[in-house]
């Protein structure tokens, strides 16, 4: 019940393009060459588009959210976060196919794109964005989980100074693209009259969203002499550093994702996590009793070379405390 929830939540985002499709049929023998996209503050329009590409684009970035929708179903992460992310998902999309619907009737009635007057239409286009209630609606929200429960797993004893490796997700790698193509169809596609700044917003925030999700889809985790280092390996931005002076305890346990939040970057007060998939993983705990776990390829190694470096680090420390050895009198 759980999942199919899930996927209903997701399927309202099919919507607003199948409005779009269904309208654009139904009206398409009336339709002129160019419609009305803009209207001035008198609700005159000041703006048209050509019918076709305005068509099409918006048809594309509707259909890129359903996209992006159906991936984040799939993907096992935080209920809480899904249900957000759908929710403004349905919410933009809703209001694109309103702007399809008020550019095509107003058109129509007005006979030409550039006598077409907005009217009461407005009030379809405001009250569009109120299909981001349904997803919220329909989509389960659990409580976040974040126990101790999770299993260490034995570490062999090594003198290495250093390790690397990396993770990947192909999921994540897919639902990036998705996004990635949704803000590149908004920006060269998505007309919108006179006023662009509705379409670069738009482009911007899938762009943005695009590299995140796709800077996470794989990672690199580093263990040397400073500590421990997260970053992106295929954007290089950095995820996550832990001095080696800060960590208390370094160990591998095997990784669940709900204990920590969910899969991705998970946030918690005193838990933060790079989740990419359910396994082994590196988990840290600072000397202030915070803890960081990141999913890994190799993490026993990982762990073990981080925990040497640890425990030489504070030998180090102990000895500086200590201070030099006392010379012998000649």
């Known amino acids: 019940m759980h999942r199919t929830l899930v996927w209903l939540a997701a399927l309202v985002l099919a919507l607003p393009p199948l409005v779009i499709a269904a309208s654009w049929a139904v009206l398409a023998p009336e339709l002129p060459s160019r419609i009305a996209t803009h209207w001035s503050d008198a609700g005159v329009a000041d703006g048209v588009s050509e019918t ?61 794109a550039e006598q077409a007057v907005l009217g009461p239409w407005l009030a379809l286009l405001l009250g569009s964005v109120l299909l981001l209630v349904v997803p919220w609606l329909i989509h389960p929200r659990g409580e976040v989980r974040v126990r101790d429960t999770d299993p260490p797993l034995p570490l062999e004893p090594t003198d290495a100074e250093g390790w690397s490796a990396d993770a990947q997700s192909p999921a994540f790698f897919l639902l990036g693209i998705a996004l990635l193509l949704g803000g590149i169809l ?67 346990r ?43 390829d190799g993490a026993q190694a990982g762990a073990a070379v981080l925990a040497g470096v640890v425990a030489r680090h504070r030998a180090g420390e102990r000895e500086a405390d200590d201070g030099p050895w006392a010379q012998p009198e000649p």
């Open 52 to 112: 076709t590409p305005m068509g099409i684009g918006l048809l594309a970035a509707t259909g890129a959210m359903l996209v992006a929708a159906l991936v984040l179903a799939a993907l096992r992460i935080d209920d809480g976060a899904r249900a957000v992310v759908l929710s403004i998902m349905a919410g933009v999309s809703a209001m694109l196919a309103a702007a399809w619907v008020i550019s095509a009737v107003t058109t129509i009635e007005a006979g030409s």
């Open 186 to 252: 908004a920006a060269l596609l998505l007309p919108l009259g006179d006023g662009p700044v509705a379409r670069v917003l738009l482009a911007l925030v899938l762009l943005l969203a695009a590299a995140v999700v796709i800077g996470i889809a794989r990672i690199r985790v580093v263990v040397d002499a400073d500590g421990l280092r997260v970053r992106s390996a295929l954007l290089g931005f950095p995820l996550r550093r832990i001095p080696t002076a800060r960590i208390r305890v370094a160990e591998a």
């Open 254 to 296: 095997l990784v669940e994702p709900l204990h920590w939040g969910g899969w991705g970057y998970r946030g918690l007060p005193g838990h933060v996590a790079v989740v990419l998939r359910r396994g082994p993983g590196i988990v840290v705990t600072t000397r202030e009793g915070a803890r960081f776990a990141v999913t890994v």
